[in-house]
């Protein structure tokens, strides 16, 4: 079973993040309409204001086939990158993709200058949360809203570079 972190840029990747995480977060959380707007909002951004000095996205792939991504964004301020899309997919779990894509995403944004990275998650995404924590993210905020229809927690986690 083959794996492979690539860059983002192959024709369908950026498609394929948006509807993977529907797909994905409405089987497993009923997370609907409004959650894939959020998520086609961040991926539009990305592919029209980017820099590629300072920014990058990644694939997972897991025997040719696409299993997961995760984007590294300019964050607040200058000094601040953002983790953002994280996924694996049910099939490709288990294999230390999720892993493997943040320490691609840390790596980038220590090489690109940041002095810090923050990323924003929800409660019941444990597994995210376990790799997160594993690499030395600390809480830094939480809050309750009800963005795509239940009461979620939202949590902010930030990570000195």
Not at 16 to 26: F, G, N, P
Not at 41 to 60: G, M, T
Not at 82 to 104: F, H, I, K, S
Request: with cysteine.
């Amino acid at each position: 079973m083959p794996k492979l972190i690539r860059k983002l840029g192959e024709p369908g990747d950026l498609g394929w993040v948006v509807q993977s995480h529907a797909e994905v977060y409405a089987a497993e959380y009923g997370w609907g309409l409004p959650y894939e707007v959020l998520i086609l909002q961040i991926v539009s951004a990305y592919a029209s204001e980017h820099d590629d000095s300072r920014e990058a996205a990644w694939i997972a792939e897991v025997d040719g086939e696409r299993a997961g991504s995760i984007f590294c964004v300019r964050g607040p301020d200058e000094a601040t990158a953002q983790l953002r899309l994280l996924l694996v997919t049910p099939q490709a779990r288990g294999l230390g993709l999720g892993a493997e894509l943040v320490d691609t995403c840390l790596a980038f944004a220590r090489e690109a200058g940041y002095k810090r990275m923050v990323l924003w998650t929800n409660d019941p995404l444990v597994a995210a949360r376990h790799v997160y924590l594993a690499r030395g993210f600390r809480l830094t905020a939480s809050e309750q809203h009800t963005m795509w229809g239940e009461s979620l927690v939202g949590q902010t986690y930030e990570l000195d570079l």
